[in-house]
């Protein structure tokens, strides 16, 4: 068994949090004494931190639709998919018609790149996250 610091995702407070791996597998997560966020202590999703990651409705990889089915792809072939695609939407909408939704379960450092991103190269302000806390 083996503890493997890291940050809590479940919101942005950044919460220092050791994940218990035995076996190749994540089985719990404890809090991390000494960082100055979590201060020794996790709400309860942090507790719970754990769960998802070896849930078997859990993507592992990029998929794409083709002739009406899900199909795995490379990263390279969705990224490009999806560079194209929002090019295309761009220019059609003067940017209008892209909006982007963050997650509470990014850090404030990856919504604040992802906001900066949004704005810089898809030229919109369409962007919001889900993090009501």
Same mark, same amino acid.
């Not at 929002?86 to 379960?105: F, N, P, Q, W, Y």
């Given at each position: 068994?083996?503890?493997?610091?890291?940050?809590?995702?479940?919101?942005?407070?950044?919460?220092?949090?050791? !994940?218990? @791996?035995?076996?190749? %597998?994540?089985? &719990?997560? *404890?809090?991390?004494?000494?960082?100055?966020?979590?201060?020794?202590?996790?709400?309860?999703?942090?507790?719970?931190?754990?769960?998802?990651?070896?849930?078997?409705?859990? !993507?592992? @990889?990029?998929?794409? %639709?083709?002739? &009406?089915? *899900?199909?795995?792809?490379?990263?390279?072939?969705?990224?490009?998919?999806?560079?194209?695609?929002?090019?295309?939407?761009?220019?059609?909408?003067?940017?209008?018609?892209?909006?982007?939704?963050?997650?509470?379960?990014?850090?404030?450092?990856?919504?604040?790149?992802?906001?900066?991103?949004?704005?810089?190269?898809?030229?919109?302000?369409?962007?919001?996250?889900?993090?009501?806390?």
């Amino acid at each position: 068994m083996r503890h493997v610091l890291t940050t809590c995702v479940y919101c942005g407070c950044g919460c220092g949090v050791y !994940l218990k @791996e035995e076996n190749g %597998r994540v089985t &719990g997560s *404890l809090p991390s004494r000494n960082h100055p966020v979590s201060r020794n202590n996790l709400c309860v999703k942090g507790w719970h931190l754990h769960d998802f990651i070896h849930h078997p409705d859990r !993507l592992t @990889e990029p998929l794409l %639709r083709k002739n &009406g089915e *899900l199909v795995p792809v490379s990263w390279d072939e969705a990224l490009d998919f999806t560079a194209r695609k929002l090019i295309r939407i761009g220019e059609a909408t003067d940017h209008k018609g892209i909006g982007v939704l963050s997650s509470a379960k990014c850090t404030n450092e990856e919504n604040f790149l992802l906001q900066k991103f949004t704005r810089a190269a898809l030229k919109t302000n369409n962007v919001d996250h889900c993090a009501r806390l």
